[in-house]
């Protein structure tokens, strides 16, 4: 399974854009990215999925370099609703094989 | 998105008891099943595949015995912490997959999680 490395922790501000980039060197051409957000004493919330190149939706857009070694999640204007740990998951389509979290981000918005 | 329930949200129990957690998928059939567990301030880790009818795949150094896990149908998946220990005392998180047709992705969705408490 592809690990992944992404940043302990990261702080914004209110409005800013956030974009919180992650590594995962030895992915495999079966697997697909995809970024889960989760509050504490939750369970993680779906975000974005991607496989190459740019994915948008309404809430964030992943950005995917054509060596598919990292990957990119921007976060457009955060509010301070969007603090959360940040989970970036490799894994491939089928879905037989659970999807390994690595240590994940902490987000802290300030007013 | 798909959504999986979890039941019960929060559990208190006395060491040496057993503790069921069900996990649900309210719209759609999930196949697979895993659970994971989640200590404070770390990520999730996995515990276990179960996948529908057949018995669940237990992750290095996860007791089988005291975890157990049935996948009896396509929407419900249950955890039972038998002989429940203060240290096991954590969050319990459980997740589907479903498998869309004609679609070559899947979508991996999780529960709200469960908080065991072992006294």
């Known amino acids: 399974l592809a690990k992944t490395t992404q940043p302990i922790s990261m702080d914004s501000y209110e409005g800013q854009e956030v974009n919180i980039t992650c590594s995962h060197n030895?992915?495999?051409?079966?697997?697909?990215i995809t970024w889960y957000q989760q509050f504490p004493s939750q369970g993680p919330r779906f975000i974005i999925q991607?496989?190459?190149t740019k994915v948008t939706n309404e809430v964030a857009s992943l950005f995917i370099p054509a060596d598919r070694k990292s990957s990119t999640l921007s976060l457009p204007r955060v509010s301070l609703s969007d603090t959360a740990v940040y989970y970036c998951?490799?894994?491939?389509?089928?879905?037989?094989?659970?999807?390994?979290f690595g240590s994940g981000t902490r987000l802290q918005v300030q007013p | 998105g798909a959504v999986v329930s979890q039941h019960p949200s929060w559990v208190i129990c006395k060491s040496g008891t057993s503790v069921k957690i069900e996990c649900r998928s309210l719209?759609?059939?999930?196949?697979?099943m895993f659970w994971y567990r989640q200590f404070p301030k770390q990520s999730l880790m996995l515990m276990a595949t179960?996948?529908?009818?057949?018995?669940?795949?237990?992750e290095q150094g996860v007791e089988k015995d005291k975890f157990l896990i049935n996948h009896a149908s396509l929407t419900l998946s249950t955890l039972t912490v038998t002989s429940a220990h203060p240290e096991d005392s954590s969050f319990y998180i459980c997740?589907?997959?479903?498998?869309?047709?004609?679609?070559?992705?899947?979508?991996?969705?999780f529960g709200p999680g469960t908080r065991l408490t072992v006294t």
């Open positions: 998951l490799v894994g491939d389509y089928t879905g037989r094989r659970a999807l390994t």
């Open positions: 030895n992915i495999a051409t079966n697997d697909y």
């Open positions: 991607g496989y190459k």
């Open positions: 719209d759609f059939q999930a196949t697979t």
């Open positions: 179960s996948n529908e009818g057949s018995k669940a795949t237990y």
């Open positions: 997740s589907g997959t479903q498998y869309i047709a004609g679609k070559v992705i899947y979508e991996q969705y």
